[in-house]
């Protein structure tokens, strides 16, 4: 095992066989991954006498693996609100906000700046109403959602360290905000693998892409198979997927000779993860083939469950259609999906925020029903998120707009072993800073990997020769919102 190939846990074994061709032919295969790839190291390591279990370690890194402990969650659904929702006009309840509006307040540092700086309290522009038997209160932006109040489980106590739209998005997806590291379903899918060896483990359906760009679903220093598949909604999803050869036995042969020849020369340069990944996308896409063209195919879908997402049968995008789009995937194994919505960044004018509540508040709302009827939501993880909130303050008295800020946001949860109808940190009267239960990026990402049975200090990687982990060397399990 080379040292870019190590273990979810601490424990590793040395390569058995140091010989330059062994090294080479099996470092080449084992990064190739299943298909022929697959069956030709398994014949390989049998030759070299390795065990039948080292060969179901080494043979395929996609295969379904054990989880640290009992998972709550078996995969993630990840909502990505691109630009940064206002907390004190969602799930940031602020009842003195609304009656303080327009008075001064006085920060000495700001942003990262030192000076005298005087705000204005800005009032919430849409009211909040309680829903369901918890009485959660939930902004009038998000009516459909409001309803489902008993599954969400919010955190109002959500802290992260940039300010700027680039270093918030990168550190939400990778847990750092000033280099590239591999996202965090990346690390789902290297920690996890894949329970549907036709589909990617880490799929991200968006017509648009979060600030940080594909950053954000890459695998960097992870092999390159657990990178995020980017699905386009429109009428080809996926371009190229229809076989273009006269039958699948001839395709076959195509993809093995191809395979040969793409393995030979990773062979030689086994740092190439450009090469890596393409050889994984092929094998991957000659499984898609079949069952993708099902899974984007909505024509058989009733109308009664296309009205649950607000969709009609002739639908091929839209958030509805991202939404029901994530639900096939999870029902098919799919380990890790991301939606994103864009953009929420209101400088100007807070109703920008009206049209995008409406494009995703109620296929947000349908997809947990969905879910919940399915029996799929109990280990099914619904997250609900943004790089930061917006100022509850302005400089400008009048301004109808918020800026960005870090110093606190909200985040909601449904499912996959979360507390439902639960609030859980709060911020200061005014929604500036936390006031109880501060819960740090860091600790955010522990949780949620927790929920999947990983444990956040054990799901390791060496690179460059060091351990690296999505939380770096910090994060807490919030475990006060697991039910």
């Not at 540092?109 to 005087?118: A, E, F, K, L, P």
């Not at 947000?364 to 943004?386: C, F, H, N, P, S």
Request: aromatic letters at 8%; proline letters at 4%.
């Amino acid at each position: 095992m080379s040292s870019h190939e190590v273990s979810s846990g601490r424990d590793r074994k040395p390569n058995r066989d140091l010989s330059p061709t062994a090294i080479s032919r099996r470092h080449a295969l084992m990064r190739g991954l299943g298909g022929f790839g697959a069956l030709a190291l398994s014949a390989m390591l049998t030759e070299e006498g390795l065990s039948q279990s080292d060969q179901a370690v080494q043979r395929h890194q996609l295969t379904e693996r054990k989880t640290h402990f009992k998972a709550k969650a078996k995969r993630v659904i990840f909502i990505f609100l691109n630009g940064g929702l206002s907390h004190v006009e969602s799930f940031d309840y602020k009842p003195k906000l609304f009656k303080n509006a327009g008075k001064k307040v006085k920060f000495y540092q700001w942003q990262g700046r030192d000076g005298d700086y005087t705000f204005y309290l800005k009032r919430p522009q849409w009211e909040f109403k309680r829903g369901g038997q918890s009485g959660l209160m939930v902004g009038d932006l998000f009516p459909h959602l409001r309803k489902s109040a008993d599954d969400l489980c919010l955190i109002n106590s959500m802290v992260t360290d940039h300010t700027n739209h680039y270093e918030a998005a990168l550190g939400m997806h990778t847990g750092s905000f000033t280099f590239s590291r591999p996202s965090f379903g990346s690390w789902v899918s290297y920690g996890l693998g894949s329970e549907n060896k036709n589909l990617p483990s880490f799929v991200v359906v968006s017509p648009t892409l979060p600030y940080a760009g594909a950053q954000t679903f890459g695998s960097d220093f992870l092999p390159g198979i657990h990178q995020g598949v980017h699905i386009l909604p429109g009428m080809r999803p996926i371009e190229n997927l229809s076989r273009r050869s006269p039958s699948r036995r001839l395709q076959e042969l195509e993809l093995e000779l191809l395979s040969k020849a793409n393995k030979k020369h990773l062979g030689g340069t086994p740092e190439d993860k450009l090469l890596e990944a393409r050889i994984r996308s092929f094998e991957t896409a000659f499984g898609m083939q079949t069952q993708a063209p099902e899974i984007f195919d909505l024509s058989q879908e009733n109308q009664k469950l296309l009205d649950l997402y607000g969709l009609n049968k002739n639908s091929n995008s839209g958030f509805g259609w991202q939404c029901l789009i994530a639900r096939r995937l999870a029902e098919q194994g799919v380990r890790f999906i991301e939606l994103v919505s864009s953009n929420w960044d209101q400088h100007g004018d807070m109703n920008g925020h009206i049209p995008l509540a409406k494009q995703i508040d109620q296929p947000i709302a349908g997809l947990i029903q969905d879910l919940k009827q399915r029996g799929m939501l109990e280990d099914t993880l619904v997250v609900l998120t943004t790089e930061f909130g917006r100022t509850p303050h302005h400089l400008d008295k009048m301004a109808k707009g918020r800026e960005h800020h870090h110093q606190v946001f909200s985040t909601a949860l449904a499912g996959g072993g979360v507390r439902g109808g639960h609030i859980h940190g709060s911020s200061d009267d005014f929604g500036i800073e936390p006031a109880t239960d501060r819960v740090h990026l860091h600790d955010f990402h522990a949780t949620l990997l927790h929920l999947m049975g990983l444990d956040h200090e054990r799901l390791t990687y060496t690179h460059a020769g060091r351990d690296y982990r999505l939380t770096d060397v910090y994060g807490e399990v919030v475990k006060e919102i697991i039910a």
